[in-house]
């Protein structure tokens, strides 16, 4: 299996500042015949499925502000949300879609100080 | 876009089998990848495995000798069934959909949950 490693467990800002969170795996999940890398980011807030904000590492959903961006390629990727408001307290997973089992990471808890 | 909705048991007793539903409306079985995922409480989202709506599987092999996947087309709903069930299995059950028909894409659309414990 893929295993998706997440840093920090753990975020806590002030609000308008950048939140930076890192996801690696464990092996290359970019598909070189269309230089996409097969990751996604979900957003979980408290007693709520999660939602999909960003595919293909860096493709935002419709409707997901654009404060939140995705970056990386093959094995390391970052989820950069660049002025954190109220409402972005969540846990954010990435999960790898590349090849089955799907796995998803640890999940890192963004709070407000 | 389809919505989805779990129910279940909500409580099953150590060995026995857990039978979960996923109720489709808006939308067909057959269009879509069907996923199921669980968390257990404070832990990471783990993927049971999924159904495409033409009737193949792909399964965790953490699970696949326990899990089945199906569909009911007269009720437009998508099943999960799991034997022997321990404490470990005790969670919250999603169901989601994939809407790219590629079967490589993310899981764009979930259900609201249903919590399964797993106690005597």
């Known amino acids: 299996d893929i295993v998706m490693t997440q840093s920090p467990d753990s975020l806590a800002l002030s609000l308008g500042e950048r939140a930076t969170i890192n996801c690696q795996s464990s092996q290359n999940i970019l598909y070189r015949s269309n230089s996409k890398s097969y990751l996604a980011w979900y957003q979980q807030k408290s007693g709520q499925p999660p939602k999909l904000l960003i595919s293909w590492a860096s493709t935002r959903e419709s409707g997901v502000p654009d404060r939140f961006s995705g970056s990386g390629s093959g094995t390391d990727f970052t989820l950069t949300i660049t002025s954190l408001q109220a409402e972005d307290v969540a846990v954010y997973y990435c999960?790898?879609?590349?090849?089955?089992?799907?796995?998803f990471g640890q999940g890192t808890k963004v709070e407000i100080k | 876009q389809v919505q989805l909705q779990e129910s279940g048991p909500g409580l099953v007793k150590p060995s026995e089998t857990l039978s979960l539903t996923c109720s489709v409306s808006g939308g067909s079985i057959s269009s879509y990848y069907w996923n199921w995922i669980r968390q257990p409480a404070g832990k990471r989202l783990e993927w049971i495995g999924r159904f495409y709506g033409y009737g193949s599987t792909s399964y965790n092999p953490s699970l696949k000798s326990r899990v089945t996947m199906s569909a009911d087309r007269s009720r437009n709903q998508v099943s999960l069934t799991m034997t022997s069930v321990t404490a470990a299995d005790t969670a919250v059950y999603y169901c989601?959909?994939?809407?790219?028909?590629?079967?490589?894409?993310?899981?764009?659309?979930w259900g609201q949950g249903t919590l399964v414990t797993v106690s005597s």
């Open positions: 999960q790898q879609y590349y090849t089955n089992p799907r796995t």
């Open positions: 989601a959909t994939e809407s790219d028909s590629s079967g490589w894409s993310p899981l764009d659309n």
